[in-house]
């Protein structure tokens, strides 16, 4: 559920862009679960995956809840890396940005000392 389907093997993949257009209050727990595999938490959301039979068969099921329209692959994946390469290179950032603050202030040398001292 946490990550994207891999392309398929082809190279006439399409992709589907799912679209909550209603609510899944008071439709089938089921019907609900199926909202949510799909990636989608709130009306108006959209979520692009690979067309395949699988997800053909979800959006069948809650078709009366969702719009789906075609688009066109450009060949870029929908999800380059995984959430994990995502957090490492945020927090490189906030390191760097913490640095350079540092620097500014003159208190670079100081921390890096703090630092060395307490591993």
Same mark, same amino acid.
């Given at each position: 559920?946490?990550?994207?389907?891999s392309?398929?093997? $082809?190279? !006439?993949?399409?992709?589907l862009?799912?679209?909550?257009? &209603?609510? *899944?209050?008071g439709?089938?727990?089921? %019907? &609900? @679960? =199926?909202?949510?595999?799909?990636?989608?938490?709130?009306?108006? #959301?959209?979520?692009?995956?690979? $067309?395949?039979?699988?997800?053909?068969?979800?959006?069948?099921?809650?078709?009366?809840?969702?719009?789906?329209?075609?688009?066109?692959? $450009?060949? !870029?994946? @929908?999800? +380059?890396? =995984?959430?994990? %390469?995502r957090? #490492?290179? &945020?927090?490189?950032?906030?390191?760097?940005?913490?640095? +350079?603050?540092?620097?500014?202030?003159? @208190?670079l040398? *100081? *921390?890096? $000392?703090?630092? +060395?001292? !307490?591993?």
């Amino acid at each position: 559920m946490g990550q994207e389907a891999s392309a398929p093997a $082809d190279t !006439s993949a399409r992709r589907l862009r799912v679209t909550l257009v &209603r609510s *899944a209050i008071g439709y089938r727990e089921s %019907q &609900r @679960l =199926t909202v949510k595999s799909l990636g989608l938490r709130r009306v108006h #959301q959209s979520v692009e995956h690979y $067309d395949s039979p699988t997800i053909r068969g979800m959006i069948n099921k809650v078709s009366h809840l969702v719009q789906v329209e075609e688009v066109p692959d $450009d060949g !870029s994946p @929908l999800r +380059a890396d =995984t959430g994990a %390469q995502r957090f #490492q290179r &945020r927090m490189a950032r906030k390191v760097e940005e913490r640095n +350079a603050l540092l620097a500014e202030l003159g @208190l670079l040398d *100081a *921390a890096d $000392d703090e630092a +060395a001292a !307490s591993e």
